[in-house]
C-alpha cells in the first residue's frame, strides 16, 4: 500500500513509498481503511521533534476509515463498519481510566512505542501516536476505533478525532466554561477554531480571538468570536470589555511560552488559564511565586479536551448534526496522498488555511 514515511526525525518532508505493510492484527486488534485524515500542526511537531516520535515511522493522527479485519477475540466492531480512531486507546482497567480521565491511560500509547505496526520491505515503522493515519491501512487496539454511524462524512470523523475534541473538549470537559463567562483564545489554528466554537457552544457572552495573521479574524467571528485582534491590540480590547479587570477563562492554543505567558496576564483574578497548545519539553514559562499566590488563577493544561471518546466523539457528531458544531466548515481544502507535502508546506506557512483534509479513494 502507500504510506507517508518519515525518514528522520528532523526531515521537512515525508518519503511517498508503496512497498509498505502492515501486521496482521492481534486477537484484540483491528485492520482499518483509512478513508481521510487531517493534517495537523502536531504532526510538523512530531516532524521537527517537539513531540515525541520515532522514525523511521509514519505520521498522522488524527483519521477516519472502515474495518476490513477483525482479531478473532473483537466482538464489538465487524467488516463495514465506519469507525473514528483515537490516538489515546483507554484500556479501561488502569488508574486513569477507573479515576474517570481515560484521555490519561499510557497503556496503549507506551504499547505503540514498544511495537511497530508497519513495514517498508523487511525494515519497521513506527506509527506516530500509536496510529500513522498518512497510510491507506492501520492496525490499531479495537478499542481505540470509535464506531460512527455510516452518513457521517469520513473528513468529518477524522476533524472530530483530534482538532475538533481537542478544542471543544478544552472547552466543555478541561475549563467547563459557564453560560455567561468571558473567553479569550490565543491562536487561530483549526484547534483554536474549535476552541472558539466551544466558547460559542457553552454559552460565553464574549469570546476574543487573537492571532497575529489578521485574516484570521473574520474566520474566527465566522465561526463564533465576538472580537478579533492582534496580539498588540489585546489590551486595548481588554480595557474596552472588562475595564482592565480581565477576562473569565483564557485559553492558549499556541503553546510557546510568550502566549502562555499572556494567557495568564489576560486573565482576571481568580480566573483560569487553559494550556492547550503542544509545546516544547524545554520551553519553559516564568511565573513569581507572589503573583501565583496574589492573583489565586487556576492554569489548567488540556491534553486531547479532557476527552471520554466513547462519550465525546458521539456528543460533537450529535451537535454537527444539529448543525450547532460547523465541522464541515473547518475544512479549506482535500487533497490527495500524494500531495502530502505541499499540504504540510501551508500548514508551516499559516495564512487563513484551517485544517487541510487528506482523502482517499
Not at 478544542?167 to 472558539?196: D, L, M, Y
Not at 474596552?240 to 511560552?257: M, N
Request: glycine share 14%; with cysteine; aromatic share 6%.
Amino acid at each position: 500500500m502507500k504510506a507517508a514515511v518519515l525518514n528522520a526525525v528532523g526531515d521537512d518532508k515525508l518519503e511517498l513509498r508503496d512497498d509498505v505493510t502492515t501486521i496482521d492484527p492481534g486477537p484484540d486488534q483491528v485492520r482499518i481503511r483509512v478513508r481521510a485524515t487531517g493534517i495537523c500542526h502536531s504532526d510538523l511537531s512530531a516532524m521537527d521533534g517537539t513531540l515525541p516520535a520515532l522514525a523511521p515511522g509514519i505520521v498522522g493522527h488524527e483519521g477516519a476509515g472502515e474495518i476490513v479485519e477483525v482479531g478473532s477475540a473483537v466482538t464489538d466492531l465487524a467488516p463495514g463498519d465506519h469507525v473514528v480512531v483515537t490516538f489515546v486507546p483507554p484500556c479501561g482497567n488502569c488508574n486513569a481510566c477507573l479515576r474517570g480521565q481515560p484521555h490519561l491511560c499510557g497503556v496503549h500509547p507506551i504499547k505503540a512505542f514498544m511495537e511497530p505496526r508497519f513495514k517498508a520491505g523487511d525494515q519497521p515503522l513506527f506509527g506516530f501516536a500509536g496510529l500513522g493515519t498518512f497510510a491507506e491501512e492501520l492496525v490499531v487496539p479495537s478499542v481505540g476505533a470509535i464506531k460512527i454511524d455510516n452518513d457521517v462524512p469520513f473528513e468529518v470523523g477524522a476533524l472530530v478525532a483530534c482538532g475538533v475534541l481537542t478544542g471543544v473538549g478544552a472547552v466543555i470537559n478541561t475549563a467547563k466554561v459557564e453560560p455567561g463567562a468571558t473567553v479569550v483564545v490565543i491562536g487561530c489554528g483549526g484547534v483554536g477554531i474549535a476552541t472558539i466554537q466551544g466558547a460559542r457552544l457553552a454559552g460565553a457572552s464574549t469570546i476574543v480571538a487573537v492571532d497575529p495573521i489578521a485574516e484570521k479574524h473574520d474566520v474566527a467571528k465566522r465561526f463564533g468570536a465576538t472580537h478579533a485582534t492582534t496580539p498588540e491590540g489585546l489590551q486595548e480590547l481588554n480595557a474596552q470589555l472588562t475595564g482592565s479587570e480581565g477576562f473569565d477563562y483564557a485559553f492558549d492554543v499556541v503553546g510557546i511560552p510568550a502566549t502562555i505567558r499572556s494567557a495568564y496576564d489576560i486573565a482576571r483574578r481568580g480566573g483560569t488559564v487553559v494550556v492547550v497548545g503542544a509545546g516544547r519539553g524545554d520551553a519553559m514559562v516564568q511565573f513569581s511565586a507572589q503573583e501565583l499566590f496574589l492573583h489565586e488563577k487556576r492554569i489548567l493544561g488540556s491534553f486531547y479536551g479532557s476527552a471520554n471518546v466513547r462519550r465525546d466523539y458521539p456528543r460533537l457528531l450529535s451537535l454537527w448534526k444539529a448543525g450547532r458544531l460547523d465541522i464541515e466548515g473547518m475544512i479549506s481544502r482535500r487533497i490527495k496522498l500524494a500531495e502530502i507535502n505541499d499540504g504540510l508546506q501551508a500548514m508551516r506557512g499559516g495564512g487563513n488555511m484551517i485544517r487541510q483534509v487528506v482523502t482517499f479513494g
